[in-house]
């Protein structure tokens, strides 16, 4: 929590965060925090995804973006049900899905999920400050990439990362 909000000190003062890109295999890192994952939330997790999916990015930071959504999910998602993180690819980029089910989140409320220090209704029961998504946004595009989120009766809702994919 700390990191978090000195890491949006830096952001809203206008200073990057500090980004060390490498070749980084999504896939294996996504399983990596799920393995992580378990060991507090159990089971819960479902990972779908391609193999090889590269991307040159902060493995540090993507990390932290994986496990920042997969965590909410778990706050605010129904508490019996799976959450599933999809990993594909295309030719020039890479998209990771992290979904549960649950109460959607309102139109209203999707409008301001990104910005610091907010929280919507649903989310003042659970502990936080109210950075942990712009976080996630602010990381998803220093990486030249982009997060929305979908969200409604009956489907659930599905925070989506598109990353461009490395070439070779």
Not at 18 to 35: A, H, N, P, R, S
Not at 93 to 117: K, R, V, W
């Amino acid at each position: 929590m700390i990191q978090n909000l000195l890491d949006a000190s830096r952001l809203r003062a206008g200073q990057s965060l500090k980004l060390e890109f490498e070749e980084c295999y999504l896939d294996q890192l996504i399983q990596e925090v799920v393995e992580d994952l378990i060991f507090t939330y159990g089971e819960r997790f479902v990972v779908v995804s391609e193999p090889d999916v590269r991307s040159y990015c902060s493995r540090k930071e993507i990390r932290r973006v994986i496990e920042n959504l997969a965590i909410n999910a778990v706050k605010y998602g129904a508490a019996t049900t799976p959450i599933t993180l999809t990993l594909q690819q295309t030719e020039t980029q890479i998209s990771l899905t992290i979904h549960n089910e649950g109460n959607p989140i309102a139109l209203d409320a999707q409008s301001i999920l990104f910005q610091q220090f907010r929280r919507t209704i649903s989310a003042e029961e659970q502990t936080g400050w109210g950075l942990g998504l712009f976080l996630v946004k602010s990381i998803t595009e220093a990486h030249q990439g982009t997060i929305e989120v979908e969200s409604a009766e009956g489907k659930g809702t599905s925070f989506i990362i598109k990353l461009p994919k490395v070439l070779d």
